[in-house]
Each structure stands twice: as C-alpha cells, then as structure tokens.
C-alpha cells in the first residue's frame, strides 16, 4: 500500500508540474516587472522548477523512508544465505 501512495505522490507531482509549465498558468509570471533587478519571468521559472525539485526529493525520501521501516525480509538482510564476515561489495570488486 506504502508503494502505491508512493506512486500517487510522484503522479501527482507530475501533474502539478505539468500544470505550473503550461500557457495558462506559466502567463501570470509575463509581465515587464523585475525582482531584485531580474526580469519576473525566468526568476519565476526557476522558483518553480527548484521547488518542483525540492518537493520531488521529499517525496522520494519518504518513499525511501518508508521502505526502510517495513519489517526486513531475507532479501534484505542477507540471511537467505547465512551469515557473512565479509563486507558485501560490488560485481567491479574483483
């Protein structure tokens, strides 16, 4: 279930992000104005575009987070095959 909110959290960015790019809403920011001596515009595409980042990197840590705390299974914690001493590394590791 954890996986599927996962899924809905990422689509739902997508979507969100989708709208902030398009004509209607992208035609707020085009005006002659200035912010700190910038044009609006590219000040407002940037905003965006890095708090689209900053809320797509919190979704997916929760996503991470949340796998972290489910209970281990054998896959994960290396029992299906005994115990080791030896670090697990890479295939490159040779």
């Known amino acids: 279930m954890l996986e599927r909110l996962g899924t809905q959290r990422l689509l ?3 979507a969100a992000g ?3 790019f398009n004509f209607p809403l992208l ?6 104005a200035t912010l700190w001596g910038l044009p609006l515009f ?3 595409l940037f905003v965006l575009w890095a708090a689209l980042i900053v809320v797509l990197a919190w979704a997916v840590e929760q996503g991470a987070n949340s796998r972290s705390t489910a209970e281990p299974t054998e896959a994960t914690t290396g029992l299906a095959n005994g115990p080791t001493t030896a670090p697990i ?3 490159d590791s040779d």
Not at 27 to 32: E, F, Q, R, S, V
């Open 12 to 14: 739902a960015l997508f």
């Open 18 to 20: 989708w709208l902030l």
């Open 27 to 32: 035609a707020l920011w085009d005006h002659d």
């Open 42 to 44: 590219p000040v407002a």
């Open 89 to 91: 590394t890479g295939p």
